[in-house]
C-alpha cells in the first residue's frame, strides 16, 4: 500500500490531517484531487458518519480511505451542534455564521458558571469500501465558550473554545501546540500507534470477476 485518500472536503481539517500525518510511510491524496465528491453525511454519530465519509472515498477509488468527522458539543445545548457543526448555520454555512448563531444560542443561558464544551473527533479507516473490521480512534478535547471570539488561527470554533489549561482560545495556539492538544491530535495519534499493523492485516478487499 503506498496511498492513503483523506476521504475530507474541508481544507482546515486536511490542513491539520497533512501536517500531523507528516512522515508516515505512504502517499497521502486527497479525495479531491482524484475527482471523488463528499459523501452524504446521513449518520446520527460522529462514529457513524466517519465510517460512511471513508468508505464513500474507498470505493470511489479503489484505495484505503482515512476520514474525520469532527465537532462541537456544548452542554448547555445538550451537546449542540454536535455532528452538524459544519452546517449548523444552514444552506452555505460559514464559520463566522456558525460562530454567530452559537453565541446567539448561549446568550440567554449565560451565568456566573463557564460554559462546558468538548470538541470530539472520530477518524475511520477503511482498508477498502466493504472493510467489515474499520479502525476507529476517537478523542476529546475539554473547553469553555467565550462570550466572543479571540485569535486568528485554526478554523471553525476555534476562535471561541477557550483551553482553560493554555489560557487562550485555540485560534490563538501556535499550530505546533494546537496539535498536541487538540482532539485531533490526540486521535491521530492513537491512529499512528495502529495504523501500519493495521493496513497490513486482514480482511482484504473480496476479489471481483
Not at 463528499?38 to 474507498?58: C, M, P, Y
Not at 460554559?115 to 469553555?144: K, M, N, S, Y
Not at 486568528?152 to 501546540?177: H, I, K, T
Request: glycine content about 10%.
Amino acid at each position: 500500500m503506498t496511498q492513503l485518500v483523506l476521504a475530507t472536503g474541508n481544507a482546515g481539517k486536511l490542513k491539520e490531517l497533512q501536517a500531523l500525518l507528516a512522515g508516515q510511510p505512504f502517499t497521502i491524496v486527497t479525495q479531491k484531487s482524484l475527482g471523488v465528491s463528499d459523501a452524504d453525511e446521513t449518520g446520527l454519530s460522529f462514529v457513524e458518519n466517519a465510517i460512511l465519509k471513508a468508505r464513500h472515498a474507498s470505493r470511489a477509488t479503489g484505495l484505503p480511505a482515512l476520514a474525520d468527522d469532527s465537532g462541537l458539543c456544548v452542554d448547555a445545548l445538550g451537546g449542540a451542534p454536535g455532528i452538524y457543526s459544519a452546517r449548523y448555520s444552514g444552506d452555505g454555512a460559514t464559520d463566522a455564521r456558525n460562530n454567530e448563531k452559537l453565541l446567539q444560542a448561549l446568550r440567554p443561558l449565560r451565568g456566573g458558571a463557564p460554559l462546558t464544551a468538548r470538541f470530539v473527533c472520530v477518524l475511520a479507516l477503511v482498508r477498502h469500501a466493504d472493510d467489515p473490521l474499520p479502525l476507529i480512534c476517537q478523542a476529546e478535547w475539554e473547553g469553555e465558550i467565550l462570550e466572543s471570539p479571540r485569535g486568528e488561527q485554526g478554523f471553525g470554533y476555534d476562535p471561541l473554545f477557550w483551553v482553560p489549561s493554555a489560557g487562550m482560545s485555540s485560534a490563538e495556539l501556535p499550530r505546533e501546540r494546537k496539535n498536541a492538544l487538540s482532539h485531533r491530535g490526540k486521535a491521530l495519534a492513537l491512529l499512528e500507534a495502529r495504523i501500519e499493523r493495521f493496513l497490513q492485516s486482514a480482511p482484504q478487499s473480496p476479489s471481483r470477476p
